[in-house]
């Protein structure tokens, strides 16, 4: 597998992921840290614009009942409801 096929991979997995979020919210999170691992093994980091939609602790797949997002300072923080992890972002 290429790096850019494995990009593609992990965008897709992704995507997947944040489909089957609501109904199968367990496969999400077993589909997401498969994406980190491929992600991981072609020492490259997950797409911006998803890194943002999952916890990075327990990969639970966000949605407005399981975060909380506050903007303070021009920081973003999400607090996962499931973990009580924040994860800042700069905006
Ligand atoms: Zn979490």
């Given at each position: 597998m290429s790096k850019a096929q494995a990009n593609q991979e992990v965008a897709k997995i992704i995507e997947r992921a944040i489909n089957i979020s609501k109904p199968k919210p367990e496969l999400s999170k077993k589909l997401i840290k498969k994406a980190k691992r491929i992600a991981m093994h072609h020492h490259m980091k997950i797409p911006e614009e998803y890194?943002?939609?999952?916890?990075?602790?327990?990969?639970t797949i966000f949605n407005s009942k399981n975060s909380k997002i506050r903007i303070k300072n021009k920081l973003k923080t999400i607090t996962c409801?499931?973990?009580?992890f924040k994860q800042r972002k700069r905006l």
């Open positions: 890194k943002n939609t999952f916890c990075k602790k327990c990969f409801l499931s973990c009580n």
